[in-house]
């Protein structure tokens, strides 16, 4: 039973972690476009699905096409998503320039990356309480005695602690990431 609580803690911790990958630090990283689709032929498809994404330089993305008519579509795709960097189209490729990161803008990134952790954690809390109210019910048809209740619950808040270090391990690293200039 409790594996089913640790698989969605586990969730909880890789969207976080995925939303992190999203977050640039003034280096080049590609999954700054990984929730950045092209209407191709009228299918929202993911860019690395229609091109290829390099990164020549520590602050440069490369994107080349393989059908040269997708150029203008990337490029729009690109405009109309929240990364915020404007594409240079030179009639073959694509290029995002990163700029160097301000001190303040380092700042309300790592405090966005803080607030996402807390997000993760109560969404972690909020797995535990469904599991205690689970096992609470599980007490209550005699499928479990006081001792089991004890026990099950002891494991449930095991898991959440460790499931709660993860995070601020993830939440501090990439903060460090980003404050590092």
Request: hydrophobic share 35%.
């Amino acid at each position: 039973m409790l594996k089913k609580f640790e698989d969605k803690m586990q969730k909880s911790y890789e969207n976080m972690t995925s939303e992190f990958m999203a977050i640039r630090a003034g280096r080049a990283n590609p999954h700054v476009l990984d929730k950045v689709t092209v209407d191709y032929y009228g299918v929202p498809t993911p860019i690395q699905q229609v091109g290829n994404v390099s990164v020549p330089e520590a602050r440069t993305i490369l994107i080349q096409p393989w059908e040269p008519n997708l150029l203008g579509e990337i490029e729009k795709a690109i405009m109309m998503s929240d990364i915020g960097i404007t594409p240079n189209n030179d009639g073959t490729a694509i290029r995002l320039n990163f700029p160097e990161l301000t001190e303040e803008r380092r700042k309300d990134l790592a405090k966005d990356i803080k607030k996402r952790g807390e997000t993760t954690k109560v969404a972690v809390r909020n797995i535990r309480r469904d599991a205690n109210d689970e096992l609470k019910k599980m007490n209550k048809a005699n499928e479990l005695n006081d001792d089991q209740l004890k026990d099950q619950e002891s494991e449930v808040q095991k898991l959440t602690d460790a499931y709660i270090k993860k995070i601020d391990d993830a939440v501090e690293a990439k903060s460090k990431e980003i404050m590092t200039v």
